[in-house]
């Protein structure tokens, strides 16, 4: 062991004797399937939430086209699934359609990427860790993803009748939005998708609760043990800040909403009534026997889902700072502000759930109090922006895929905060609540924002996940067209909402104050083709560049966080020399370091050269 | 090519200044004339401008800022140094208290709107209550109180009924019941700026004021199951004499035993 052999198959294996590993062969099953290395299961969850992501985008581009053509018939797909309503999106098809597509970009695509993919893949190698803490919990979390999955399906009415027990394929598919609001939800008779798909659906949205539960547990976990010697907390970097802080917010925010989805189920098949009022009659059927409150549901979905949204934010943010950092040359512009302002994210976070119940009933007093606090969360999301741009002031900018993407990041970042201070407003939101003004809003922040932020990284960490760089014209392209693709498709729902065009709507034409707006719509849905359609440029290059892209050292972004010290692919056990953390992860272009422009953490500068006096 | 990308990214903020200039003339504005129709309708379009202009002042400052960054990092000399920075501690006080500021300011200016539009103690104070409004699938069936008496509870032996049309007095404010059958719907009329959810198992006072005396589109804005989009119902306010009028008719129709025309013919 006197000579290092940097290769998949040998690295890292400097400590495995203290492990008890030995030199054991993994079977093709337990090396690629149910592995428990972090870095596979990271793999394994970014290629499932990529597919996913094309499955959410077709959902969303049959909602599209109904806003486009109403009622005309689908190419293609017109007749696979919709025959037997002549190729035209049906009503509850339609209902369908806008359910899944925010289900499975939720469940199945946003919150597992930025978690399951990117959380797996970078925490043990940024903090120095040879795996998780609990490995075995992380090969779990993964395939409990699965019967979500499958579930997912069955919910969306794919599968066969004796199978699934949905009667009417997907013109049953589970209909009541992603909110799943009762009594829509609750009593069967309310909608065909509220029968057999509705019980799957919330089964899958418990086993991916379970999912993220094993996942979250995971990562706490691990940031707070098994950090390297001399990592700090406050010289981890914003990556891990962001995964730990929204691992924290899975840990508390979750329990709501299994519990919620327990007592929905509870209601439909076992007879209790927790969102069940009395004396409701439901298309002739029995009347409700009654005794629950319809807006409880609303309290305790809307309690998970609102942290939810900031567990689908604060990672990208985290990453997205560290690709800046590096792609500017500059230290981070305010590290402690930018960690202290994502714990007020997602403390605030808990306590701004009724900002999306506003118009539903409540009590108005808690109208005003969520209104304070919902504005007041607008701040610390400015002082990241703020915060950002100043990393990006005064650098050496190098205006690759990366960089790209997470400018795009921060521009619309602007663009989906800012839109929100108005739905802060309670009574402007009475206005724009279920109008696309909302649509537009969370598309900004989990698209524009998020996804960007998601794009910027698979190109940034490709090079450590597989020893090859992707296509930098083909990444160019990509976020071109989906930059502009997007922009097209989403902007102009901030005027359609303020036109007061509802959401939800299968046709909004024939109300005469809306008819105007279909010329608007169809260019939109154009848009949204070319974006959709973009995104085959990013699975090709992906795909394409595992096998065939230029090979690539440990380092080749010139990057200071210690998962470039380790091989490119890290072998098993991440480091072939165990390291050791000396500064902060974002000490570009220092003075002390010498003739090079980063200065990575692992790397000790002896005292005589740390003398130099900066003024900062 | 950094300088192209840093004008791609000013180029994108500026359209998207341009769009928004251009919508209310394209009629992508709010419905109609583009003017609210009752008087919290007004002072909620107040609201909107106000944060319209606070927001786009900060939406400019912060793109031309990420713009100037841009050119300046695609622009800078390979002698140059960068700006190695850690922060400014006086720029993050700067810069977090003045938009706590403003976002106070934002909340606190509201209240007494929301507080009108929802506190039954800031209801104005001669409210007439006009109809009952039950939301069901797909469809509003509203109940009124015969004229000259008070809109009761339960529903009266002389109620008069009709389906998608809610008849009201302008120029006063009125209120109207809301509650619904089976599952969740939400009352919406655009041009009025009203909206509130109808909820099983609670009736749900909701006032307004209407100005002009014309139909306006009433629409259910909670998902209620396939036939959301098609609750398609009408606000007919009307003079006052108009509305009684019209209920005096609407009686005679209801309460028509069939003969009561045929013996007129025959006198």
């Not at chain 2, 504005?29 to 202009?53: E, Q």
Request: hydrophobic share 50%; charged share 10%.
């Amino acid at each position: 062991m006197s000579t290092l052999h940097p290769t998949l198959d040998h690295a890292g294996h400097a400590g495995d004797d203290a492990h008890g590993y030995g030199h054991h062969e993994l079977t093709f099953i337990q090396k690629y399937v149910f592995s428990t290395d972090h870095k596979m299961i990271g793999m394994q969850f970014l290629i499932t939430t990529l597919l996913m992501m094309m499955v959410g985008g077709a959902l969303a581009l049959g909602v599209r086209w109904q806003l486009a053509r109403p009622w005309e018939s689908m190419p293609i797909f017109g007749h696979l699934k919709f025959a037997t309503d002549g190729g035209q999106i049906s009503p509850e098809s339609y209902t369908m359609l806008f359910t899944m597509h925010a289900t499975v970009m939720i469940f199945l695509v946003i919150i597992p990427i930025l978690a399951g993919a990117f959380g797996n893949f970078l925490i043990p190698l940024m903090i120095g860790a040879d795996d998780m803490a609990f490995p075995t919990l992380n090969m779990l979390s993964y395939w409990f993803m699965w019967p979500a999955i499958l579930f997912f399906s069955f919910s969306l009415g794919l599968g066969p009748e004796w199978l699934t027990g949905v009667r009417g394929g997907m013109d049953a598919g589970t209909a009541q939005g992603w909110t799943s609001y009762p009594l829509l939800s609750a009593l069967k008779q309310a909608a065909p998708g509220s029968e057999m798909s509705q019980t799957w659906w919330l089964m899958a949205v418990t086993f991916i609760g379970v999912s993220s539960m094993m996942g979250s547990v995971n990562y706490m976990t691990t940031i707070i043990n098994m950090r390297a010697p001399g990592m700090t907390l406050f010289r981890m970097p914003l990556t891990i800040w962001s995964m730990f802080i929204t691992a924290i917010l899975q840990a508390f925010a979750l329990p709501v909403l299994t519990a919620a989805g327990f007592m929905l189920v509870a209601d439909r098949m076992l007879g209790t009534c927790f969102f069940i009022p009395a004396g409701i009659v439901v298309n002739n059927a029995a009347p409700t026997i009654g005794g629950g409150q319809t807006l409880l549901w609303q309290h305790l979905f809307w309690f998970y889902s609102h942290p939810a949204v900031y567990i689908m934010l604060l990672p990208a943010m985290g990453m997205v700072s560290d690709m800046l950092a590096c792609m500017c040359r500059k230290p981070i512009f305010g590290y402690k502000p930018m960690v202290y302002s994502m714990a007020a994210i997602a403390g605030l976070g808990f306590i701004v759930w009724g900002h999306h119940m506003f118009i539903s009933g409540m009590n108005p007093a808690l109208g005003m109090t969520f209104m304070v606090s919902t504005m007041m969360i607008a701040l610390p999301s400015a002082v990241k922006t703020f915060n950002w741009i100043g990393t990006i002031w005064g650098g050496r900018l190098q205006f690759n895929t990366v960089m790209l993407n997470c400018v795009a990041f921060v521009a619309m970042f602007i663009i989906g905060g800012l839109s929100g201070i108005f739905m802060a407003a309670v009574p402007v939101d009475i206005y724009i609540h279920d109008t696309y003004f909302i649509v537009a809003h969370f598309h900004y922040v989990l698209f524009g924002t998020t996804l960007f932020g998601v794009f910027g990284a698979i190109t940034f960490w490709f090079p450590k996940m597989w020893g090859r760089m992707m296509n930098e014209t083909v990444g160019k392209i990509h976020f071109v067209l989906s930059f502009i693709g997007f922009n097209v498709t989403f902007f102009p729902m901030h005027m359609l909402g303020v036109a007061g065009m509802p959401r939800r709507y299968a046709d909004p034409y024939h109300f005469e104050y809306l008819s105007h707006l279909l010329p608007l719509n169809q260019v939109m849905t154009l848009a949204a083709m070319v974006m959709g359609f973009a995104q085959f440029l990013l699975l090709g290059n992906f795909a394409y560049s595992i096998f065939f892209g230029p090979k690539c050292g440990r380092n080749p972004w010139n990057a200071n966080g210690l998962e470039w010290t380790a091989p490119s692919p890290p072998g098993h056990g991440n480091f072939d020399i165990a390291p050791v953390c000396y500064h902060g992860p974002y000490e570009y272009s220092s003075p002390v370091s010498g003739e090079k422009d980063f200065l990575m953490q692992t790397e000790y500068v002896p005292l005589a050269q740390r003398v130099v006096h900066v003024d900062h | 090519m950094g300088r192209f990308w840093a004008a791609f990214f000013v180029l994108a903020a500026v359209i998207t200044v341009a769009i928004s200039w251009v919508s209310p003339s394209m009629h992508w504005w709010f419905p109609v004339d583009g003017h609210a129709h009752s008087s919290l309708g007004k002072r909620i379009d107040d609201l909107f401008y106000l944060i319209l202009v606070i927001v786009s002042v900060t939406y400019v400052g912060t793109q031309l800022a990420l713009g100037y960054v841009l050119w300046r990092g695609a622009t800078i000399k390979p002698e140059d140094k960068v700006l190695f920075s850690h922060g400014s501690h006086s720029l993050e006080v700067i810069w977090t208290i003045v938009p706590s500021a403003i976002l106070l300011f934002i909340a606190l200016y509201q209240m007494d709107v929301w507080a009108q539009y929802r506190i039954k103690t800031h209801f104005p104070k001669k409210t007439e209550a006009v109809a009952e409004v039950t939301a069901r699938q797909f469809e509003w069936r509203i109940r009124y109180p015969a004229r000259g008496k008070a809109l009761q509870p339960t529903p009266q032996p002389d109620d008069l009924y009709t389906v998608n049309e809610l008849h009201v007095p302008s120029g006063k404010p009125i209120s109207i019941s809301l509650r619904t059958d089976d599952v969740q719907h939400a009352f919406f009329v655009p041009e009025l700026r009203t909206k509130q959810d109808a909820v099983p198992g609670l009736v749900i006072p909701v006032w307004f004021d209407v100005d002009q005396p014309r139909s306006y589109e009433l629409l259910c804005a909670e998902l209620c199951g396939w036939g959301h989009y098609k609750m398609k119902a009408r606000v007919l306010a009307e003079s006052q004499e108009d509305f009684e009028a019209w209920k005096e008719r609407a009686s005679a129709e209801q309460f028509d035993d069939g003969f009561r025309k045929i013996a007129q013919e025959a006198k």
